[in-house]
């Protein structure tokens, strides 16, 4: 998501960032919490040191993916090559 501050509404950078509610729904513990009036926990932010090893670790994984996946594309088009030509008279 992008936002810009208040105090900066038309001018400068945008910032950008997560919403806390919604990284709350994947994994809990990567959001600060506080207890509202009623003693309900709320999310009240992100804790950004915790989810920056975790996004390297998945593009990690994702890129490994994405290498095995291509062998296999490669390797299959390689069978249907070698089957098309059997095929033909």
Do not use: H
């Not at 038309?10 to 997560?18: L, N, Q, R, V």
């Not at 806390?20 to 729904?25: N, S, T, Y």
């Not at 994994?27 to 090893?53: H, K």
């Amino acid at each position: 998501m992008s936002y810009r501050s208040l105090d900066r509404a038309e001018e400068g950078p945008k910032s950008y960032g997560f919403v806390a509610e919604e990284v709350a729904q994947v994994d809990s513990r990567l959001c600060f919490w506080s207890q509202d009036a009623e003693g309900l926990l709320q999310v009240e932010g992100l804790n950004y040191d915790l989810v920056i090893p975790l996004l390297l670790q998945a593009a990690k994984e994702l890129k490994a993916a994405r290498e095995t996946d291509a062998i296999r594309i490669e390797e299959l088009k390689a069978g249907l090559t070698l089957t098309l030509t059997e095929l033909q008279p």
